[in-house]
C-alpha cells in the first residue's frame, strides 16, 4: 500500500513540476535592449511581454510572468510610483507556452551601442 502512494505522489509531483510554465525575464529594457534570464512562473501566470512609450521617444520593455487576471491590459507608470505623474503607458500581451515572450528575431541593439559608440569617438575627437 505504501509503494502504491509512493508512486502516486511520484507521478504527482511530476504532473505538479511538467506544467510551470518557463518564461523570459527582463526587468527593464530600452530600444530592443532588454537583459533577459529564464524563470519558471508560479499557477495561474502567463508569460507576458511590455511595452511602453516614455518622454514620446524612448521604447521601454518588460518581460516576465503575470497573473491571467492582469493579462493583456493598459496601464499607467507613475513615478516616483505613488504620485499622479504618468511617465509612459504600459500594454501587456500574455502567451502561454514556454519561452514565448523571446525578443525578436531582429535587434536594434547592436545597432544602437555602434551609433553611441561612433558618437562619443567623433564628440573626443573634436
Request: with cysteine; charged share 15%.
Amino acid at each position: 500500500m505504501n509503494r502504491i502512494l509512493f508512486h502516486l505522489f511520484a507521478v504527482g509531483v511530476c504532473v505538479a513540476v511538467g506544467h510551470a510554465l518557463q518564461c523570459y525575464e527582463c526587468k527593464i529594457g530600452f530600444w530592443n535592449l532588454c537583459i533577459t534570464k529564464k524563470i519558471m512562473c508560479d499557477k495561474g501566470e502567463h508569460c507576458f511581454t511590455g511595452k511602453g512609450f516614455a518622454a514620446g521617444f524612448v521604447d521601454v520593455t518588460i518581460k516576465g510572468c503575470l497573473a491571467e487576471l492582469e493579462c493583456n491590459s493598459t496601464k499607467d507608470v507613475n513615478f516616483p510610483s505613488s504620485s499622479n505623474t504618468t511617465i509612459y503607458k504600459m500594454t501587456k500581451t500574455c502567451c502561454n507556452s514556454n519561452l514565448c515572450n523571446a525578443a525578436p528575431e531582429k535587434s536594434g541593439g547592436p545597432l544602437f551601442l555602434a551609433t553611441v559608440a561612433a558618437l562619443l569617438v567623433a564628440n573626443m575627437l573634436v
